[in-house]
Nanobody, 115 residues
Framework: QVQLVESGGGLVQPGGSLRLSCAASGSIANINRMGWYRQAPGKQRELVAQFTSTGRLDYADSVKGRFTISRDNAKNTVYLQMNSLKPEDTAAYYC?????????WGQGTQVTVSS
């Protein structure tokens, strides 16, 4: 089992920045890929950014150039640095770890971009 705990969400004005953290514990050696998804009210959950099993970074087109995913292997933590935030980035953000054949999810952290 893998446990994921997110932190770092909040309210920010348009153009501002936030950094999300996801700390993983448990059987982390079995993780194939890990990253962030988000879900806005009335919309489907969508991929924001992730590390794949080969180390490739994937980003949603809507966040390229503004968001950066990174990780600290010593701390078993993945980060999402979000810059130049827009109101359309408002959503619940979820940490995800894929361990074949299942997805594991954190509890989610709310990001609200509003003036």
């Amino acid at each position: 089992q893998v446990q994921l705990v997110e932190s770092g969400g909040g309210l920010v004005q348009p153009g501002g920045s936030l950094r999300l953290s996801c700390a993983a514990s448990g059987s982390i050696a079995n993780i194939n890929r890990m990253g962030w998804y988000r879900q806005a009210p009335g919309k489907q959950r969508e991929l924001v950014a992730q590390f794949t099993s080969t180390g490739r970074l994937d980003y949603a087109d809507s966040v390229k150039g503004r968001f950066t995913i990174s990780r600290d292997n010593a701390k078993n933590t993945v980060y999402l640095q979000m810059n130049s935030l827009k109101p359309e980035d408002t959503a619940a953000y979820y940490c995800n770890a894929y361990i074949w054949p299942f997805d594991r999810w954190g509890q989610g952290t709310q990001v609200t971009v509003s003036s």
